[in-house]
């Protein structure tokens, strides 16, 4: 079985023999090895054989296009600002962010009523009379006037699901580390219990007057430890920078499969092991090009610490760490919490 499809570009890594019982120890090594290749060469692969239903793919893409067209003043009854705390949900009108310099900001007053780039952030739930709730990143969830099976229960149940992918790729990031470090394979097992997971569901609208420094998402790396994203079929915008040939190369859109990153705190967990690769989102001005995504990031359980795990450095935080990179980022507010 091969588990890896490179055509030049962002390798295809089935991890299908990860999840089976019957599979050999020999196809389980050569997932492993796919992905260890993937993410030290472009820290980004597409994912398949993941065992998740595709009417669960298209679902909740069913539930965000409902969110994202409801009138104005409904998705502001779930704006940030109602967030409880610092627990960072609800919605996002489009945002002034401005990444790079001699890059216009991600968002520029729309001539017309059509927006680009809104978001909707889920986390976990959190419920209001916890002890923790209103802390950063934690807190309970805003919802919409929405019929709760259309959109609740068809987030939570994503969510839910991307939390065991998660647990799986980080084990399978574990096991292809170098042998020397001597990596139990449980040791960022942590990082998966009661982990901070904001949930992106992104809407790019078209862009009037295209202008070439504009982007639907400038150039970033995401702070989490990995990113799973769900890009809609039949659009196209993803973009990975490569440094050895100095070129963006496109992500593409697979049907059934996601895209995993690395972030920021991975490649500092790895001692750069595990590359954070620059990526970024181009939008296009037809009328009728919309592009709907989903960014789920494990950024992991907030009081996870360790050292990298060749032994190097000094102890990480996880809620430490991402609330840096926060901070460092304009707006305090980066693509990815
Ligand atoms: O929408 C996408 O395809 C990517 C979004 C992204 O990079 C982010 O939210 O960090
Ligand atoms: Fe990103």
Known sequence: MSSEKSEGGIPTVDIGAILSPTATEADRRQVVEAVRYASTTFGFFNLVGHGIPRAQLRQIFESSKLFFALPEEKRRDVHVGQALGRSFRGWEPPLIQQHQ?????????????????????????????????????TGPNLWPDLPTEDFQEVILAYQARMVELAR????????????????????????????????????????????????????HTDFSAITILLQQPGTEGLQVWYPPTDEWIPV??????????????????TAGYYRSARHRVITFSEEDKHRYSVAFFLDGNLQFKTKALDGSGTEIVVGEYVYSCLNRTLGARGPSL
Not at 200 to 217: A, T
């Open 252 to 269: 593409p859109v697979s049907e059934d499969g996601f895209v995993i990153n690395i972030g920021d705190l991975m490649q500092q967990y």
């Open 101 to 137: 310099e001699g890059v216009l900001p991600d968002t520029k007053e729309p001539k017309t009523d059509i927006t680009f780039f809104e978001t909707f952030i889920i986390g976990r739930e959190v419920p209001a009379d916890d002890p923790e709730a209103g802390t950063f990143l």
């Open 168 to 219: 799986v790729v980080v084990r399978i990031l574990v096991q292809g580390l170098p042998e020397a470090w001597g990596c139990p394979p449980d040791v960022l097992d942590g990082l998966t219990v009661d982990p901070a997971i904001p949930m992106r569901m992104l809407h790019y609208g078209p862009v009037k007057e295209k202008d070439p420094r504009q982007f639907g998402v400038a150039a």
